[in-house]
């Protein structure tokens, strides 16, 4: 893949497209990091210094272009460009020289000298360059032996030091005809060594012909026969061996294949239990079927996990006359989703039940608190998170409060539904936070609210393997609204069964409905 990324920004650089190259190098730099490979890190560098050198060299109307993509301006732009460069390629020379890799370190070297000498820093080049010469020519490299005396005779020339200069265009001049003459070399090399082996070729094919004719000739009608019949003998003899050892090689092959099945179903028994196990704590945070009829009354849980386990999950608090209710999104599903879907519903809990604390935004704000206090405690930078819509309904005051964080509410009443829209922010780390809104709802009789996670309009299916998305959602929503809370469960669990069909499920799916 880094190859691949790193062809692209080649094939960008060469066309004069400099940010585009720049941002896939930057791709391979990343790949790079992630597995920490010091060869893929040392080649994203190199290139990006030498995009960036290759800047200054660019035609005016490209130039402009560049340095307004990159938001640079000002007598700056030329000196802030090579210092980038000039960064990048001493970056990579260091992770170059941890290689080893001869061939590019001496490109890495040579690259350097060329941005030292666009800053007309022309000392620091020629020891760079003779650096690079030196290394190119201990290890037979005639390509960057070449391009380092270019770069000596280049610098020598600007700092009018004429003798070294005119010395070391000679030098470049007597490789580059070193080349040439090898490469013709070894051009005729190669066609001498084809027309040997064809000349050859022929005459061991006349050979066998002659052969062959004097041959049959000469044989008669007996000896025909008994080699045919000697033949025959001796090619069913081979072919029994080589049933026989067949008949061995896959009689051991068959007990190491049993082995290994014993030892792969072995391992995912132990798995499989480990997750079983993980679905029991999960199913533990879970409210009770009976709890949710007993406060929710005519209600639905459309609850459908990717995996055993899953990251959303549902939760509900009973504090007085108030039903604490939400459907939440944590990162990830499976195993890790599980985990992080534990924490998170500890935290809505703690600030709920402990901290009593009973309106939803505040009830988010806190639960960020609470978490990001728990991942800062780790050594690892944690993200984890999740999104939600949180709802308080007030049996007493008959009024429903809701704060979402990227999750929002959807209320239907009298054949309308209206979308109470959420804060743009999740519930974990986030750069530019601020606290979360809180709406108050007047709940009428026979009006219906929905929350739901992602996972339903997010499932790819149908015709052409695209998404469900929120507006038939929406519409699915409205259509069944009237119909028992139950009904509506199965209707919704059918549209998207049927919608996905024989492809993968790729997200866990919570919703709550909610008629009062």
Same mark, same amino acid.
């Given at each position: 893949m880094a190859i691949a990324i790193n062809n692209i920004g080649d094939v960008y650089s060469n066309q004069g497209n400099y940010p585009a190259a720049a941002d896939y190098y930057l791709k391979e730099l990343q790949l790079g990091e992630g597995?920490?490979?010091?060869?893929?890190?040392?080649?994203?560098?190199?290139? /990006?210094?030498?995009?960036?050198?290759?800047?200054?060299?660019?035609?005016?109307?490209?130039?402009?272009?560049?340095?307004?993509?990159?938001? /640079?301006?000002?007598?700056?732009?030329?000196?802030? +460009?090579?210092?980038?460069?000039?960064?990048?390629?001493?970056?990579?020379l260091e992770y170059y020289k941890s290689t080893n890799i001869n061939y590019d370190l001496s490109s890495c070297l040579n690259g350097i000298g060329k941005t030292l000498q666009l800053q007309s820093k022309y000392k620091k080049a020629i020891s760079t360059y003779t650096w690079a010469f030196e290394l190119a020519a201990s290890n037979g490299l005639l390509e960057k032996e070449k391009y380092a005396a270019l770069g000596l005779y280049e610098s020598y020339k600007a700092?009018?030091?004429?003798?070294?200069?005119?010395?070391?265009?000679?030098?470049?001049?007597?490789? #580059?005809?070193?080349?040439?003459?090898?490469?013709?070399?070894?051009?005729?090399g190669r066609l001498e060594s084809r027309y040997q082996f064809e000349l050859k070729e022929a005459a061991m094919i006349l050979e066998q012909e002659k052969e062959r004719a004097v041959a049959i000739s000469e044989k008669k009608i007996q000896q025909t026969i008994i080699w045919s019949v000697s033949g025959g003998f001796l090619l069913l003899l081979a072919f029994s061996v080589f049933i026989f050892n067949r008949f061995r090689i896959t009689q051991r092959q068959k007990k190491i294949i049993t082995w290994q099945k014993e030892v792969v179903d072995e391992k995912n028994k132990e798995i499989t239990d480990s997750i079983q196990y993980a679905k029991r704590i999960q199913s533990a945070i879970l409210p009770?079927?009976?709890?949710?009829?007993?406060?929710?009354?005519?209600?639905? +849980?459309?609850?459908?996990?990717?995996?055993?386990?899953?990251?959303?999950?549902?939760? +509900?608090? +009973?504090?007085?006359?108030?039903?604490?209710?939400?459907?939440?999104?944590?990162?990830?599903?499976?195993?890790?989703g599980a985990m992080v879907s534990v924490m998170c519903s500890n935290a809505l809990s703690k600030a709920v039940k402990e901290l009593g604390i009973h309106q939803p935004a505040k009830i988010l704000d806190k639960t960020v608190e609470i978490l990001e206090e728990r991942f800062a405690k780790s050594e690892e930078e944690v993200k984890d998170g999740m999104d939600l819509a949180l709802c308080c309904l007030n049996l007493k005051?008959? #009024?429903?409060?809701?704060?979402?964080?990227?999750?929002?509410?959807?209320?239907?009443?009298?054949?309308? /539904?209206?979308?109470? #829209?959420?804060?743009?922010?999740?519930?974990?780390?986030?750069?530019?936070?601020?606290?979360?809104?809180?709406?108050?709802?007047?709940?009428?009789?026979?009006?219906?609210?929905?929350?739901?996670?992602?996972?339903?309009?997010?499932?790819?299916?149908?015709?052409?393997?695209?998404?469900?998305?929120?507006?038939?959602?929406?519409?699915?929503? /409205?259509?069944?609204?009237?119909?028992?809370?139950?009904?509506?469960?199965?209707?919704?669990?059918?549209?998207?069964?049927?919608?996905?069909?024989?492809?993968?499920?790729?997200?866990?799916?919570?919703?709550?409905?909610?008629?009062?």
């Open positions: 597995v920490f490979n010091e060869e893929l890190m040392a080649e994203a560098y190199e290139c /990006l210094g030498n995009t960036y050198s290759s800047v200054v060299s660019a035609t005016p109307d490209s130039l402009d272009w560049i340095w307004n993509k990159w938001f /640079l301006t000002g007598p700056i732009k030329k000196s802030v +460009i090579l210092d980038t460069a000039l960064r990048y390629q001493q970056i990579a700092i009018e030091e004429f003798e070294e200069s005119l010395q070391w265009l000679e030098i470049s001049s007597n490789i #580059k005809d070193t080349i040439f003459s090898s490469d013709r070399q070894m051009e005729v009770a079927p009976k709890l949710v009829r007993q406060y929710l009354e005519d209600s639905f +849980i459309l609850y459908k996990p990717k995996d055993i386990v899953a990251g959303d999950f549902y939760w +509900i608090e +009973i504090v007085e006359d108030k039903v604490f209710f939400t459907s939440a999104d944590c990162t990830g599903h499976g195993v890790p005051t008959k #009024k429903l409060d809701y704060a979402g964080a990227n999750n929002p509410l959807y209320c239907i009443t009298r054949g309308e /539904l209206k979308e109470i #829209k959420p804060d743009k922010q999740p519930i974990g780390r986030y750069d530019d936070r601020q606290p979360y809104n809180n709406h108050t709802l007047d709940i009428k009789t026979g009006d219906c609210y929905y929350i739901f996670t992602d996972g339903f309009a997010d499932q790819f299916g149908g015709p052409k393997g695209k998404k469900f998305k929120y507006k038939p959602f929406k519409q699915l929503l /409205l259509d069944n609204h009237d119909k028992p809370m139950d009904e509506q469960k199965q209707l919704l669990d059918k549209a998207i069964e049927d919608w996905r069909g024989q492809l993968e499920q790729v997200d866990d799916i919570c919703i709550i409905g909610l008629r009062i």
